[in-house]
Nanobody
Framework: QVQLVESGGGLVQPGGSLRLSCAAS????????MGWYRQAPGKQRELVAA???????DYADSVKGRFTISRDNAKNTMYLQMNSLKPEDTAAYYC?????????????????WGQGTQLTVSQ
């Protein structure tokens, strides 16, 4: 069984910075793709940033140059450094990961989601 736990959300003023973390735990063999998604009220969930197992990042156009995704494979943790925050960045942020696990039944690969952490950018 795998758990993804996000942390680091909160209230920040426009122009401010914040760092989100996503820690994975469980019978993990390997964490492949990892990504941050966000969902604002009344809107669809959208991909913000993603990072491959090899550490190659990709970003939504709306956050390029402001957000930086990274991962620490030794800690099974992913980060999202968010700078120059805007009110339109306000959303619930979710961690997603494709993880290979081992159990008594063998090896399996599946997608997992965290519970989400709220970011509010406001004066």
């Amino acid at each position: 069984q795998v758990q993804l736990v996000e942390s680091g959300g909160g209230l920040v003023q426009p122009g401010g910075s914040l760092r989100l973390s996503c820690a994975a735990s469980g019978s993990i063999v390997r964490i492949n793709y990892m990504g941050w998604y966000r969902q604002a009220p009344g809107k669809q969930r959208e991909l913000v940033a993603a990072i491959t197992g090899g550490g190659n990042p990709d970003y939504a156009d709306s956050v390029k140059g402001r957000f930086t995704i990274s991962r620490d494979n030794a800690k099974n943790t992913m980060y999202l450094q968010m700078n120059s925050l805007k009110p339109e960045d306000t959303a619930a942020y979710y961690c997603n990961a494709r993880i290979t696990t081992r159990s008594i039944y063998g090896v399996d690969t599946a997608d997992y989601w965290g519970q989400g952490t709220q970011l509010t950018v406001s004066q």
